[in-house]
């Protein structure tokens, strides 16, 4: 009979958000970078040009949206970022979480701190979020598909197009499954086996990751375009939409101004054509911050920054959501695989059990504990600590949930004329009673998974689930203030070891933004496509979605 396992020093609790950021190990598979002819550098980019449709963002929306506008019209594209090929830390599962480690100026992420005093962090590079996620791909529920208003067969035949790209099975080794089977075990039921669709029950779910661990980006969609009808500007941030007032009943988006890395601006015209437009794709904070800038927006923040109002629209940076994530790390007597999201469990109560392993976190000299370097301040003396952690320490995994919706909400206001400063943004996370309920019964949930026979294996038997929530509940996951014994209340525990799984959205609603064909409502030649304009967030992981609706 195999003795009684004893746990590892509770310090190593303070790896809890850390490690999720840098799940780590080493691959020695080569990198397939494309050449696209059609991608350049925006100093190489005339100081006037003309396009049937002028894209800002190539995203996650941006990329497949380009590729489909190309095969019948000239499409220029404006992306700030540069290129994810070539990049190591974007294209290997090992590496994740280094793009959101780097707080560097040509980094592929930009970090901002909510209001609330959650780390996040916003896409800037080709092919957007899909370049810095953990890969989970899985569609949005039917009756939401049906609620939003779309067409069943053709947001069928997009998805399709997407995947046949950049989706695939994943491997399921032995952690993964051992949280599967505990889901089952926990209730959550009936086991539908490996499936894109959203379907109550417990499911293995696809990934951007391919079976050699490279991850293919919604990038990857420009295989699809028409070469000779795209241009991809790179390093080009835009600056302000313009607009024509004069003689016309409303005002109507004519052109982009735009600036290169060197500083140098630029101007994109819509060609003369009564169906040719700008879209704004620059994501949940880029899409309201550039209408802001723009002149459409709320009437005091346009004045507070001496902005020429083009149109009062109090609803831009409105009904700001981010879906509240919160995880308890279980350290694991044996061996796991270094893993991302597989596995989900959708529960009927409205929350998503996720999760996700590595082990030997400790054995890189530089490992930088992902989003907490360079160091938030009050983070410091924790990252000292775990630097000199052992390296057992970092063996195991974590079980996370999420929230649907969320039914909270807040806003976002514009702190400078820069595109490049974050604007400051307020999500309100548990605001709404019941998104605390969902929360509650999700950890209840992760409890029950936990404390599962299948997934006993890869747990200490020294270590009670309260522990592991009372220990994780001292980790440095956020900037808010601890209470001591969180984990005897669940509530508390869910508010005070709030996180992000960067679903955040809204702020270009449809309804209070644009309509139901994404125009911005009140001006014309001017749309939104991109999740800002969610009510709330599609599936499990919206980035299906957000391909699919660009498609």
């Not at 009437?299 to 149109?311: G, M, S, Y």
């Amino acid at each position: 009979m195999v003795g009684r396992r004893s746990a590892p020093s509770v310090a190593y609790f303070l790896v809890t958000h850390a490690l999720f950021f840098l799940l780590a190990c080493r691959l020695s598979a080569s990198q397939q970078a494309r050449n696209y002819t059609f991608v350049h550098d925006a100093r190489t980019a005339p100081e006037i040009s003309y396009y049937d449709y002028i894209i800002v963002g190539g995203g996650t929306a941006g990329c497949p949206l380009a590729a489909t506008l190309s095969q019948n019209a000239t499409v220029l594209v404006l992306e700030r970022g540069g290129s994810p090929y070539g990049d190591p830390n974007i294209t290997y599962l090992a590496n994740f979480g280094a793009p959101l480690a780097d707080a560097s100026p040509s980094s592929p992420s930009q970090r901002f701190i909510s209001e609330d005093g959650v780390i996040n962090a916003r896409a800037r590079v080709l092919g957007g979020g899909s370049c810095l996620n953990a890969g989970f791909y899985s569609r949005a529920e039917a009756d939401y598909i049906r609620d939003v208003g779309w067409n069943s067969e053709l947001a069928k035949q997009s998805y399709e197009w997407v995947e046949k790209k950049v989706a695939f099975q994943p491997p399921m080794k032995q952690w993964q499954s051992a949280v599967r089977d505990g889901l089952i075990d926990a209730g959550v039921l009936p086991n539908n086996g490996f499936t894109y669709d959203h379907m109550y029950g417990t499911k293995v779910g696809g990934s951007i990751f391919d079976t050699a661990g490279h991850r293919h980006t919604a990038a990857d969609l420009l295989d699809y375009a028409n070469p000779d009808g795209l241009t991809v500007l790179l390093k080009a941030t835009a600056h302000k939409v313009l607009f024509h007032t004069r003689g016309k009943a409303r005002p109507t988006a004519h052109a982009v101004v735009f600036r290169d890395s060197t500083g140098a601006k630029h101007r994109a015209y819509l060609n003369s054509g009564a169906h040719n437009e700008i879209i704004i794709s620059a994501g949940s904070l880029g899409s309201p911050q550039l209408l802001i800038l723009s002149g459409v927006g709320p009437v005091d923040q346009l004045k507070a920054h001496n902005i020429t109002v083009v149109l009062d629209q109090p609803m831009v940076g409105q009904l700001m959501s981010d879906n509240p994530m919160n995880a308890v790390f279980v350290p694991s007597p044996v061996p796991v695989e270094v893993s991302l999201i597989e596995v989900v469990g959708i529960t009927h109560f409205g929350s998503y059990i996720e999760a996700a392993s590595g082990a030997n976190f400790g054995s890189f000299p530089d490992n930088d504990y992902g989003l907490f370097s360079p160091k938030v301040k009050a983070l410091e003396r924790a990252i000292y600590n775990m630097s000199k952690l052992d390296r057992a320490a970092f063996r195991g995994g974590f079980i996370l949930e999420k929230i649907m919706g969320p039914i909270s909400t807040g806003h976002l206001e514009l702190t400078s004329k820069n595109p490049n400063v974050n604007p400051s943004v307020t999500f309100n996370y548990f605001k709404h009673p019941e998104d605390l309920a969902r929360c509650v019964q999700g950890m209840s949930t992760i409890e029950r998974v936990i404390g599962s026979k299948p997934f006993s294996k890869f747990r200490y038997d020294t270590l009670s689930v309260p522990q592991l929530l009372n220990m994780t509940a001292t980790a440095p996951v956020n900037l808010l203030p601890r209470h001591s014994n969180s984990s005897v209340s669940l509530e508390q525990f869910c508010k005070d070891t709030v996180m992000t799984i960067w679903h955040y959205h809204g702020g270009c609603q449809v309804g209070a933004v644009v309509d139901r064909d994404y125009k911005v409502i009140g001006v014309d030649a001017l749309r939104v496509i991109d999740g800002s304009t969610f009510n709330a967030s599609p599936g499990t992981n919206p980035q299906a979605t957000v391909m699919m609706l660009g498609r």
